[in-house]
């Protein structure tokens, strides 16, 4: 597994859950982290290993790609020398994929590109003219013949009808879960124990529009706190608690910050909200119905229309916060039904199976 660095997000805790499942089945794994932050705990017996940029000269941008490529060419040669080829090589992210396509001691028919995002939401959201073609043109170059993986059918057609990519080989694997380990994780005490709120998880990022959020939550009309559960910029932070303020809902939104453990406080919620305007898969909504609690989300693009069928979709609103906020208030007022999902399709023993799979049919 490659990845660009292990902060608090959902990529990154699918690539922690993915590792530990497969030590625990038996498989030799190693993590390439291309930066040192890392606000997970590493799991039992997974070789971790940090590959740091110490590049300072002037033109450090200009060489970035190819220079740490080669920095982690060496770093995957001298582990092969040591222990063995790999059978499989994962990359995670696009920074990350951008720096494993110039690797050249990986063999191609053994790399996968893990997409966990809508790259047209985004990358291309803002872009228009030159800007747009070009950032179309390199993300073309980096996935064009490559293996792709992509944790929803829509990710994977996002990439291949907006930037005309094809690839060599395609899978859709959706995100593992450890339902008895979230299970266990969220009987720890939360300090809302015993209180009605809801709560959003997220970090802090445009996507997520933390605006949105506050903005239904003020119109819904529901007088219970909002919790959210993330971090992000200083900036970022205040604009949100300046329109928490403007909204007149301050003393009524508590932001608790980052927590690797946020399973108790989304087990003792009455609701959980997911207020994007793309999501990848959407790893919250399926951790929310493992802990039995009522979700919501925009009908964004991306996961949480598969994720979200039968009498869950009643829990899906609009992209407008009016839709947001009537949802918001119909699932609290008559919750639905989580008690007896069948949720075996997320689970770890058949995502890493399926990752398997992917070396046997190589």
Known sequence: MIIDGLPGGGAEKVVLTLAKGLIERGHRVS??????????????????????????????????LNRRAALLDRAIATTEEEAGSFDLVVSHLHKTDRIVSRCPCLQPEKTWYCLHGVFSASYLAHRKGFSLWLKK???????????????????????????????????????????????????????????????????????KRHDRLLRAY????????????????PEATATLKGLAKELGIVDRVFFEGFTSNPYPWIRNAKQLIVSSDSEGFGNVLVEALICHTPVVSTRCPGGPTSIMTGDLARGL???????????????????TAVEELDLKAYSIEAICQQYIDLINES
Not at 45 to 60: K, M, N, T
Not at 219 to 225: E, N, V
Not at 317 to 335: F, I, N, Y
Request: aromatic fraction near 8%.
């Open 317 to 335: 609103a609009g992209m407008d916060e009016d839709s947001l906020a009537a949802t918001m208030r119909d699932v609290w007022q008559h919750p």
């Open 31 to 64: 993590l390439f982290s291309l930066r040192a932050v890392c606000e997970y705990p590493i799991p039992a017996g997974l070789h971790y290993q940090v590959i740091q940029d110490r590049c300072r000269s002037p033109w450090r941008k200009l060489t970035e």
């Open 137 to 207: 043109t390199k993300t073309r170059k980096v996935y064009q013949n490559r293996n792709v993986l992509a944790v929803s059918e829509y990710v994977l057609e996002d990439l291949k009808q907006t930037f005309q990519v094809q690839p060599a080989r395609e899978a859709v694997i959706f995100n593992p879960f450890d339902v008895d380990a979230i299970l266990s994780q969220s009987m720890k005490p939360c300090k809302m124990a015993g209180q009605d709120y809801l709560i959003h998880v997220g970090r802090f990022h445009q996507t």
């Open 218 to 233: 003020a119109k819904s009309g529901l007088t219970a706190p909002l919790v959210l559960i993330g971090q992000g910029s």
